[in-house]
């Protein structure tokens, strides 16, 4: 499986973006996927995922109520919509994949086989 992300940019605080991660190579309806971020000069960060099976979800703690994880199938996409952003949101992005991630895995960075590139998020007045 190939991910590509994209859909980074440059916004203001309190904006709104829209991250798309597009899969290639395999249909991405029988994968697990998740986000990640990575700060400037920090590890990267566990930010959502959707289980493979039914409407399993996960969110870091932190974003619940801001970030919104969803696929469409039909389109082999992922997206991450990002409301209310702050500057400390600012990272870059990583979607992932993976065929045989647990429900008691979805946070853990180890657990997916596939990385797409990264997209950057820049939040800034």
């Known amino acids: 499986v190939q991910l590509q992300a994209s859909g980074g940019g440059l916004v203001q605080p309190g904006g709104s973006l829209r991250l798309s991660c597009a899969a290639s190579?395999?249909?991405?309806?029988?994968?697990?996927v998740s986000w990640f971020r990575q700060a400037p000069g920090k590890e990267r960060m566990f930010v959502a995922a959707?289980?493979?099976?039914?409407?399993?979800?996960d969110y870091a703690a932190s974003l619940k109520g801001r970030f919104t994880i969803s696929r469409d199938n039909a389109k082999n996409t992922v997206y991450l919509q990002m409301n209310s952003l702050r500057p400390e949101d600012t990272a870059v992005y990583y979607c992932?994949?993976?065929?045989?991630?647990?429900?008691?895995?979805?946070?853990?960075?180890?657990?997916?086989?596939?990385w797409g590139q990264g997209t950057l998020v820049t939040v800034s007045s």
């Open positions: 959707m289980h493979r099976n039914g409407p399993g979800i």
């Open positions: 190579g395999r249909t991405i309806s029988g994968y697990s």
């Open positions: 992932a994949a993976g065929p045989s991630v647990i429900r008691s895995n979805l946070q853990s960075r180890g657990a997916y086989a596939y």
